[in-house]
């Protein structure tokens, strides 16, 4: 799951759905972000990144380009949350090329109502 010690980066994307300014008005506001998952051997499976670098390229590899991407850094809080949803982290030193083998989708990931949240583009 994730560490204390080191930042991890999830992948935040829209599906082609919302345009950055959806992202700013809506995400931001309500404190939630679509993260991308995919399915394999019935298991959900968040890809998590220790650098944003690393998730972009994951991105670029995967996604089509027209698809709205990016990156958040998670802690130890989201952690908690995400653990609560039966979805396993998996931890990617390499942007592997999955889409030949898994069907991406996005989890809706609530912030904890505390949390400071900012987009940079």
């Not at 991406?104 to 900012?118: A, G, M, N, T």
């Amino acid at each position: 799951m994730l560490r204390e010690s080191n930042m991890l980066y999830a992948i935040v994307c829209t599906q082609g759905n919302m345009k950055l300014q959806d992202i700013r008005n809506e995400c931001l506001a309500q404190k939630w972000v679509p993260l991308l998952v995919f399915h394999q051997d019935d298991k959900t499976i968040l890809p998590l990144f220790e650098s944003a670098t690393v998730a972009r390229r994951f991105s670029e590899r995967n996604l089509p380009k027209k698809w709205l991407t990016g990156a958040v850094n998670l802690d130890l809080r989201d952690g908690e949350i995400i653990g609560k949803k039966d979805i396993q982290c998996v931890v990617y030193q390499f942007p592997q090329k999955l889409k030949d083998f898994v069907e991406f989708d996005v989890e809706i990931h609530e912030y904890d109502s505390d949390k400071e949240l900012e987009v940079k583009t």
